[in-house]
């Protein structure tokens, strides 16, 4: 089993950036692709981002140019570096394999808001 500590969030104003962090217990961490998801008020889950454990990523069409994933397979840790952040990136952001085999954890909540 994996367990997911996603970390970074906060209020921040359009135009702004974040970084978010997760750190993912489990020595097998670096045979997955690992990915950002997103859940929106009154939306479904959506994966923002991935990245392959030898580096190839891809970025949904919302976020392109803006979002960057990146990980640290000796740390078991992935990143997701926000800029030029929108009020419609609000949403609750979780971090899981691609697809998703894991339990979701607690997220960790972005606000884009004046």
């Known amino acids: 089993q994996v367990h997911f500590v996603e970390t970074g969030g906060g209020l921040v104003e359009p135009g702004g950036s974040l970084r978010l962090s997760c750190a993912a217990s489990g020595s097998i961490f670096s045979i997955y692709i690992m990915g950002w998801y997103r859940q929106g008020p009154g939306k479904q889950r959506e994966l923002v981002a991935d990245?392959?454990?030898?580096?190839?990523?891809y970025s949904a069409d919302s976020v392109k140019g803006r979002f960057t994933i990146s990980r640290d397979n000796a740390k078991n840790t992935v990143f997701l570096q926000m800029n030029s952040l929108k009020p419609e990136d609000t949403a609750v952001y979780y971090c899981?394999?691609?697809?998703?085999?894991?339990?979701w954890g607690q997220g960790t909540q972005v606000t884009v808001s004046s």
């Open positions: 990245m392959t454990s030898g580096g190839h990523t």
């Open positions: 899981n394999t691609v697809p998703a085999k894991f339990a």
